[in-house]
């Protein structure tokens, strides 16, 4: 092989130092070291996702990019549609018949679930839907009930192919223009497409998993079998376009097991690629556009249904998956504590069982005691404002079951200011010490007719009352909390067992606004973050719960969960993708640090000579 002194000059730079900011793909001879070197080799890998809200496995999905996938249906003839942000899954409206093996295409507001199988006999249906994003309706049926199609297109170039009528397998396809249904090619020969492979357009769709590892290639009048994968991929997901496409999952036909391979196609033959998923699985959800990027979710692990969601990158830079990690603990546990500021200038006050009186203060790995609070109390959500300038009011004293006192940290020590104007107990609270609000909470101890409904502003030397939020006929405590007085956001409330509930409540600094509702109800959560960027993280409803939400503004979808589940736990972060919490029931002293995922470019790489 040619060494690079007989080379050199020809499109490779000569350089006696690493560029500062090199390019991706860029080449080039670092003569201090000897090297020759090149900038962001492109890698595919698999990341592990926020889960599906329901486990479930044979569901439909749309033909769309990864960051804003679809799926609908699935065993247990659901009727759940759920949406994917690129973040986490929320979810949508519901179908109008549930049924599984569903074959489905188009967008996350122009989607079509069409055929399946649902009760009662016989089980395979005609039956279509459409999305417009928000409710689905009946339309017109396609001619032949069936289930496991193969499907791919949008909303008015739609195909599905093959499946399985009655008990035979087809080799008939179907065209949707949006409104009709007609004739499309006949497959060379019949499959069993095993709910929803395909990916493309309606001139230029693939398949390339299901009963057979032969792909087929459609061009919008007929159907030619194309180059076979190297593994079976029956079950499995297709997704891209019809040259740049990734195929993943499923089982073996022999029955033998799930697979995690995962193959890429460039419109002429399949490749093998690196990547394998975390977990083998078969009848997933899925979403990409080219065979660059893809997300999988649900499926079942054969014994198993999960709620798992990966996502496939072929990228030069590294992706590294949102997820939560054990921080320092605690010099106290405690529950019930209150907690405000950033993930790296954090303070918690406060508790019950039994009450405390100890602050403690984070600086991103560990805690340390500071000057106590005067009034021990179970403060919930009752704390608001940065470290430095934090402020703690309502709450829960041994002298009565609700509290009206206020105070506030000067970053050494706690003063007494004036007190609210109810006494609330579980009362919630968020901004700064010069323009805060105090929300809802209870009278007394946590029961029905005890509902607090007015809230109470700060700024900076009094409290003034106010209307009460949104238009909740009853407001309930021990919430959490998110943002400022002029975007403010209250959630996951306690309005007397078993309503634990999923409200949200948005304030604009005048006026409160019903906001979206939580995927899963519960209260004596850990809140944090902004308003168009809140987290919520574990709480209780009928149990103790490790499951995280982050809201957008508009809507809740689901987070990666928590490693413990814990109730009256608090929380601190700027963000839903820079957050901790903290303490929490049975007197807990542990810490988890949620870091949102995170795309880095890779380090440049030395390229052999020899």
Same mark, same amino acid.
């Given at each position: ?52 809200? %329901? ?32 973040? @986490?899954?929320? *979810?949508? /409206? ?91 090619? %006949? ?16 001139? *230029? ?15 919008? #009048? ?27 999952? /499923? ?40 065979? %660059? ?5 649900? @499926? ?134 010069? *323009? ?55 959630? @996951? ?19 409160? #606004? ?39 503004? #508009? ?16 929380? *601190? ?26 795309? #880095? ?10």
């Amino acid at each position: 092989m040619a060494g690079y002194n007989e080379i050199r000059g020809l499109r490779v730079k000569y350089l006696s130092a690493d560029p500062s900011n090199p390019e991706d793909g860029q080449v080039w001879y670092n003569s201090t070291t000897g090297n020759l070197r090149v900038q962001g080799i492109g890698v595919a890998a698999w990341s592990s996702g926020s889960p599906l809200t %329901t486990a479930r496995f044979n569901m439909g999905s749309g033909d769309t990019p990864s960051t804003a996938a679809i799926i609908f249906g699935g065993t247990g003839k659901s009727v759940k549609t759920e949406e994917y942000n690129g973040s @986490g899954w929320s *979810a949508g /409206g519901n179908m109008g018949t549930g049924r599984y093996a569903l074959p489905g295409f188009g967008t996350q507001t122009t989607a079509v679930g069409a055929g399946g199988y649902a009760s009662p006999a016989p089980g395979n249906k005609a039956l279509v839907e459409e999305y417009d994003g928000s409710s689905w309706s009946e339309v017109n049926n396609i001619p032949t009930a069936q289930r496991g199609s193969a499907s791919f297109g949008s909303l008015t170039a739609g195909v599905i192919a093959g499946g399985v009528a009655a008990t035979s397998n087809l080799n008939t396809s179907y065209e949707y223009d949006g409104t009709n249904w007609s004739s499309g090619g %006949t497959l060379p020969t019949g499959q069993d497409r095993t709910e929803g492979a395909g990916c493309g357009a309606l001139t *230029a769709g693939l398949i390339a998993s299901g009963d057979t590892r032969v792909s087929f290639e459609y061009d919008g #009048t007929n159907w030619t079998a194309g180059s076979s994968t190297a593994s079976d991929h029956d079950g499995g997901s297709d997704t891209g376009i019809q040259t740049s496409a990734v195929v993943f999952g /499923g089982f073996l036909s022999s029955g033998s097991g799930q697979i995690t391979a995962t193959e890429t196609y460039d419109g002429t033959s399949f490749s093998t690629s690196p990547a394998t998923m975390a977990t083998g699985r078969y009848g997933m959800g899925k979403g990409g556009s080219s065979g %660059t990027s893809a997300v999988a979710a649900g @499926g079942d692990t054969n014994p198993g249904t999960v709620t798992n969601t990966e996502e496939y990158n072929f990228s030069t830079s590294a992706v590294t998956a949102g997820a939560w990690a054990s921080g320092g603990a605690l010099n106290t546990g405690r529950t019930a504590l209150g907690g405000t500021g950033i993930t790296t200038a954090a303070i918690g006050m406060g508790g019950g069982a039994p009450l405390n009186v100890q602050t403690e203060e984070y600086n991103g790995s560990s805690w340390t005691s500071t000057n106590n609070i005067n009034v021990g109390r179970a403060i919930y959500g009752g704390a608001f404002g940065p470290q430095g300038a934090a402020g703690a009011a309502s709450g829960e004293p041994t002298s009565s079951p609700a509290g009206s006192s206020y105070e506030e940290y000067d970053g050494s020590n706690w003063t007494a200011g004036p007190s609210l104007n109810i006494a609330r107990n579980g009362g919630i609270s968020l901004g700064t010490q010069t *323009a805060a609000l105090c929300v809802a909470g209870f009278t007394g101890p946590a029961a029905p007719n005890s509902y607090i409904k007015t809230s109470e502003s700060w700024n900076g030397s009094s409290w003034t009352s106010l209307p009460s939020p949104g238009s909740d006929t009853q407001t309930a405590g021990q919430g959490s909390s998110a943002g400022t007085t002029a975007a403010g956001l209250i959630f @996951g409330r306690y309005d007397g067992a078993p309503n634990y509930t999923g409200k949200t409540d948005e304030y604009d600094g005048s006026s409160w #606004t019903v906001g979206g509702v939580m995927i899963t109800a519960r209260y004596a959560t850990a809140g944090s973050g902004a308003q168009t960027a809140a987290m919520v993280s574990q709480g209780y409803s009928t149990g103790t719960l490790n499951v995280a939400e982050g809201y957008d503004g #508009t809507a809740w979808s689901t987070r990666p969960n928590c490693s413990v589940g814990k109730y009256q736990v608090a929380g *601190a972060g700027a963000s839903n993708t820079d957050c901790i919490s903290f303490g929490g029931s049975g007197n807990s002293t542990a810490t988890e640090e949620f870091t949102g995922e995170t795309t #880095t470019a890779r380090a440049a790489n030395n390229i052999s000579t020899s």
